[in-house]
């Protein structure tokens, strides 16, 4: 039995699984620059942590479409 193929994809690759590391790698970079904000209280790791948040959501945001996308396809 075959896999079912994916209606998101780009050049046959799925979309979701691309997608979907790039929100976890932010989400634990955010909680590492939290710890050295709390360490340090160095405004910096804070802006980063925005940045990473931020980030993390918009393609969390992202990722899900194109899972619901594959999911209701």
Known sequence: MDNP???A???GHPIHP???TIPIAC???TFLT???YWRTA???WANFSTWLVTVGVIV???AAIAGLTDFLG
Request: glycine share 10%; proline share 0%.
């Open 18 to 20: 691309m997608l979907v």
């Open 5 to 7: 193929r994916s209606t």
């Open 60 to 62: 969390g945001i992202l």
């Open 27 to 29: 989400f634990v970079g």
């Open 9 to 11: 994809s780009i050049a």
């Open 42 to 44: 160095e405004m910096t």
């Open 34 to 36: 939290d710890i050295a």
